[in-house]
């Protein structure tokens, strides 16, 4: 209901004016890297000092205008050749690249390849499911290594993690607000769901990627006994770094999902609406403002 009511809430325009001006105050930067390229890869710099991995996400999405789905593409170029030998890979939202996304999907594809990385293919909402499963499924055809993402809060992921087990496969809870007809509505409910995915996934031959920053689920992962670099832990930007440097040092491959870019609104408004911590912080920014 809390998530709802947020998702609900950032669509009203007055909403979106005072996060905006939230933003001149510093506030996204604790969410969101920049908007730059080299602000982006500055971040990576500052992860990869005390042994963090990097994921990252170009901001944009439900793009149609073919000149900013070429300015997409490009961005993730330019970042691309700059990465380097820093332990960086990107994640790409299929609606950033129009409504027909695979060339534009390849192209990127083909560019972290070069680099001596790969991509990650983000999930969105659950409308989008089948059509980004497919486009996942063409690019492993020349790009094995691209990953896919699945939502544990959705009935269907059960089974779509059995199908995807043996590839590298990033297992988060899910950000958008779905209907009970497809999902799992209750945390409880959420978390118990994740947890048989997660088991679905440990058991497999491929490369789970585990999104979530719940310490129950993260002790459960640790518990399988799988080798370090067989799977890795996934955390957002900004959000418990404390314990993000902690596993790190631990020795476990900790991976940071690292969004950047102008176009932040829709990215923020959902890491709003995941949990009450953010809105406060969100409200006490604009008070002392």
Known sequence: MFSATVHAATRVPAVRRLVTAAAGRGLVERFVAGEST?????????LAADGRL???????????DPA????????YLDLLAGVGDLPAEVSVKLSALGPRPFDAAAEICAAADRAGTTVTVDMEDSSTVDDTLAVVGRLREEFPRVGAVVQAALHRTEADCRALAGSRVRLVKGAYAEPAAIAHQHPSEVRAAYARCLDILMAGSGHPMIGTHDPRLIQRALGYGRA???????????????????LAAAGHRMRVYVPYG??????????????????????????KG
């Open 68 to 75: 900013r789905v070429a300015a997409t593409v490009r961005a």
């Open 38 to 46: 080299d602000s982006a890869l500055a971040a990576v710099r500052t």
């Open 228 to 246: 370090a670099d067989t799977f890795e832990l996934q955390m957002l930007y900004g959000v418990r770094v404390d314990e993000q440097r902690r």
């Open 54 to 64: 990097a994921t990252l996400d170009h901001l944009g999405e439900h793009v149609t």
């Open 262 to 287: 102008a176009d932040w609104y829709a990215y923020f408004a959902r890491r709003l609406a995941e949990r009450p911590a953010n809105l406060g912080f969100l409200l006490r920014s604009l008070v």
